[in-house]
């Protein structure tokens, strides 16, 4: 009789126990001692219990790993006698998406698996407690040792879970490989997908089968199927079955037509179909050049990236399927075409929208090797053998810890489309690099021979900085034909780059592929602004900035060590050769809050300030300017700017003067002023313009500001007396080349008006509106409701930072406040989630709700007149 695989979701009822925050090697408890525990608390996952707590500086927590604990907490669900009995017989296989850090997985009190690194995917074959009647008991003991991350991590279960029980022939998880490796030459006529199955026998006899795979495009038509040949697997064996299906002109993958098919996968034997399964898959290839850079499907395409750590501010580690879709979505409605995730594998589900959403992805799989960067990171373990219980992880066997992660990451995600290169490490820092990259290498091209002839990359950083110098030279060996000693990577990671570097590499390795795989690391708070006419890289020296621990929003503060956003996308698209930018980073992460990083007392900056959108989501006007670089002006235009008009004193030039500056993909813009919104007479501030200029081999254009002396070389910049004309409407005309208005900016993204507002008076609540329609297994959806305080006109009140207080009422949870400020001196911001301060007239919550619940919020705002504001959410469908 057939049998057809279930998926159970196993997210939800699980009781948790924190035994400790205090960092430890071991737990003091026992199984039985934790059965005993009277208040263990029901969760559900994701889960991240760091998150739950306050600020703090004890534990081992530091503000680079976002201050707040680790320790060791426990977890438990019961499978009831009577549904274990259903699976009887089967295969049955536990897979957890991203436990942090070190999870040891129990059986009815057995300890049946290890997993040592906190970002693996990783399952285990747990049948055998199925075999007789009995309840079945899954115990998961977390320990996460502090300081072991350079940023923030989370603790406990923080991705999904998942149990599949199939027959006892099945198709091994992530064994299904397919590749089109002729597609390049094949595509317009007929191209062949070339798909490997494998199969398993798990029953003690051999057996003959087939495997049977049919390919589908996204409108359910069949578009091609095989029957391989019959093979023979021998009892307890696993076998690669591979078959080729021809496709007739496939439609291709891109970046604006993300197109996917879907592989059905059959395994039959004795006339019975036993296990099947579906498979996405996207027809595309890549093609380099070292004149001309990166090619999709023949395209040049200039790499428009952004670096992603994998928090989600207030959620924490928690990887909520919602919470990644936003945050992509909004980095792809900013014009990016590609991800990086830094400095790990990502989860599962971000692969998925990647692939679905049209983003390129590098996946990354440590941050250093052996070389510890943290007292308890995965540096000891890097070059150890599996051992233990570790070998009953599904793929595990006498391998090392950094082979086992490489191919389990590989395995996972080597069908995506999205994914166009591997990064094997993050500032890798090896005393034995170039050995042990080809030791690693080997691993990816095991995993995914596509990699093979340089079809996907393979990469890593190897702490390649700006200047050219000994130890420069020595790192990039390998990555050019002109360097004698080989080496194993293809694409030399070039970051944080000095003016003149690449030229000089350039003709130093004609035929190198260089990639900016971090770019700028600038320094910004959303809604600041200082020392507007000053670009500072040396921090320590801006008192102003130092003293209220924002950094300036101008694109004028960066990392000692980096460059603004405008000087790295200068320099990456005036060279063709250059593969492209991933800037670090997208959003805001917890933790690394550069420059203050030393962790003094009482002092709590607990997220960084690289980001493009702030923790909340929040753009920063720097999302503008890569708006209007990255964006077409035929369908984006933008129009941005800065700063807002409720400056201090210490925001205005020495002069007096507000420098406003404008981000725009216009070819010139006006600035002017009015005193009424009404009124047709206005003063103007002048046209400014861009010039054009050409890269290097002619395949793009770009523009930089006519003025010379200008501070902001891709913006344009207008200086205007404060004082006199700081209750005018200021506000900008794009025109074209010709001075005439250019009407496609009627309708432009980004702040066209700057007006002060007359202090707030009221709320506004506003939800997000999710653009990728998604289907996944969850059974609820995350709300984001953004409050911002408003004047009577409706005019944001930038300088309002009361606090906001939320209820919910009906069904539903509030799981996150947030507002985006990086530095804030309530240790409980994050805990409560009942209020928080404004931060710059802005707050945001994140309202949890299932399937057919509706729920009501309450928002009230410190010192604000009106009532308190009421917001309906009904889930799937907006009240209001
Ligand atoms: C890089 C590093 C990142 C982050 C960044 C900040 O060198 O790879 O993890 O620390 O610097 O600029």
Redesign the pocket.
């Known amino acids: 009789m057939s049998f057809k695989r279930i998926k159970i979701d196993f997210n939800s009822n699980w009781d948790f126990y924190l035994e400790t925050l205090k960092s430890q090697r071991k737990s003091n408890f026992s199984i039985r001692n934790f059965r005993e525990i009277k208040n263990r608390k029901t969760v559900s996952l994701p889960h991240d219990w760091s998150i739950e707590q306050e600020f703090t500086k004890e534990y081992g927590a530091e503000n680079e790993s976002g201050s707040l604990p680790g320790g060791i907490g426990w977890y438990t669900k019961t499978i009831a006698k009577e549904e274990a009995e259903k699976y009887k017989e089967k295969h049955t296989e536990l897979s957890f998406g991203g436990v942090y850090q070190r999870a040891f997985i129990f059986v009815n009190g057995v300890e049946a698996a290890s997993n040592l690194y906190g970002y693996n995917s990783f399952s285990v074959d747990i049948s055998q407690w199925f075999s007789v009647p009995q309840d079945v008991e899954i115990t998961v003991l977390v320990i996460n040792q502090l300081p072991n991350s350079?940023?923030y991590s989370g603790s406990g279960i923080y991705r999904k879970v998942f149990l599949t029980i199939t027959d006892n022939i099945y198709i091994d998880s992530d064994g299904i490989y397919i590749t089109a490796p002729n597609l390049s030459e094949t595509y317009t006529g007929e191209a062949t997908a070339e798909i490997t199955a494998e199969a398993v026998n798990r029953g003690k006899e051999a057996i003959l089968c087939n495997v049977k795979h049919e390919i589908y495009n996204g409108r359910g038509e069949l578009q091609g199927e095989a029957l391989s040949e019959k093979y023979e697997i021998a009892g307890g064996e696993k076998q690669q079955i591979t078959t080729n299906i021809m496709i007739l002109k496939p439609e291709l993958w891109s970046i604006e037509n993300p197109v996917l098919y879907t592989v059905k996968t059959k395994i039959i034997s004795s006339n019975r179909i036993c296990d099947e399964c579906d498979t996405q898959y996207g027809f595309r290839w890549f093609s380099y050049s070292s004149e001309k850079g990166f090619s999709l499907n023949g395209e040049p395409l200039k790499i428009k990236g952004v670096?992603l750590?994998h928090d989600h501010g207030s959620l924490g580690a928690k990887a909520y399927t919602d919470a990644i879709r936003r945050q992509l979505e909004i980095m792809k409605d900013m014009g990016a075409n590609a991800v990086r995730t830094?400095?790990n594998p990502a989860s599962e589900e971000l692969i998925d929208l990647c692939g679905r959403m049209g983003l390129l992805v590098i996946e990354e799989a440590f941050?250093t090797w052996d070389k510890s960067k943290k007292k308890y990171d995965f540096a000891y373990l890097f070059n150890k053998k599996l051992s233990g219980t570790s070998l009953n992880l599904s793929g595990a066997g006498k391998m090392t810890w950094a082979e086992f992660v490489i191919k389990s990451m590989i395995r996972r995600d080597r069908n995506s489309p999205a994914v166009f290169m591997w990064s094997l490490g993050?500032?890798i820092q090896g005393d034995n690099s170039r050995k042990t990259s080809s030791r690693l290498a080997n691993y990816a091209e095991e995993a995914d021979p596509y990699v093979k002839g340089g079809r996907k990359k393979i990469y890593a950083?190897d702490?390649i900085?700006a200047g050219i110098n000994d130890k420069w030279a020595d790192t990039i060996r390998g990555f050019s034909s002109f360097d004698k000693e080989g080496g194993s990577f293809s694409v030399a990671g070039v970051?944080?780059i000095d003016s003149g570097a690449f030229e000089q590499i350039k003709r130093d390795y004609p035929d190198i592929y260089m990639l900016s795989t971090?770019s700028s690391?600038a320094l910004r708070s959303r809604g600041e602004y200082f020392h507007a006419e000053t670009v500072k890289d040396d921090y320590n020296t801006d008192t102003k900035a130092a003293e209220n621990s924002q950094m300036s929003s101008y694109d004028n503060e960066t990392?000692s060590?980096?460059n603004t956003a405008m000087f790295d996308w200068q320099y990456d698209i005036s060279l063709d050769y250059v593969l492209g930018e991933f800037v670090?980073?997208g959003f805001d992460y917890l933790g690394?809050p550069?420059p203050f990083t030393d962790n003094a007392e009482d002092f709590y900056p607990y997220a960084?300030y690289?980001g493009i959108a702030d923790t909340a989501g929040f753009k920063k006007d720097i999302y503008y300017f890569y708006k209007s670089q990255w964006k077409n002006p035929q369908t984006e235009p933008v129009l941005h700017l800065l700063p807002c008009l409720h400056l201090r004193k210490e925001q205005l030039t020495e002069e007096g003067d507000v420098l406003v500056v404008a981000y725009t993909n216009a070819d010139a813009a006006e600035l002017k002023a009015k005193k009424h919104e009404s009124g047709s007479e206005y003063i103007s501030f002048g046209v400014k313009s861009f010039k054009t200029k050409k890269s290097s081999a002619g395949l793009r254009t770009y523009k930089i500001n006519s003025d010379e002396s200008a501070v902001y070389k891709m913006g344009l910049e207008w200086r205007v007396p404060y004082e006199k004309y700081k209750d005018y409407i200021i506000y900008a005309d794009a025109l074209t080349e010709e001075n005439k208005t250019d009407l496609r900016f009627l309708k432009s993204t980004g702040r066209k008006i700057l007006k002060r507002s007359g202090g707030a008076v009221k709320l506004s609540l506003k939800e997000y509106s999710y653009r990728f329609p998604l289907e996944n297994s969850d059974d609820y959806t995350l709300h984001y409701i953004t409050v911002t305080a408003e004047d009577k006109q409706g005019q944001t009140d930038s300088s309002y930072g009361g606090k906001i207080t939320f209820e919910i009422k009906g069904q539903g949870e509030i799981i996150g406040v947030d507002n985006g400020n990086s530095c804030d001196a309530d240790k409980k911001k994050y805990s409560e989630k009942t209020s928080i301060n404004a931060f710059h007239g802005k707050a945001l919550a994140i309202v949890k709700l299932k399937k057919n619940e509706n729920a009501e919020l309450f928002v009230r705002g410190e010192e604000i007149t009106h009532e308190i504001e009421k917001f309906i959410l009904l889930n799937g469908k907006n009240l209001k």
Do not use: K, L, P, V
Request: charge should be negative.
């Open positions: 350079r940023w670096c750590h830094a400095h941050d993050n500032e950083e702490d900085r970051n944080y971090e690391s990392a060590w980096a670090w980073t690394e550069t960084s690289f």
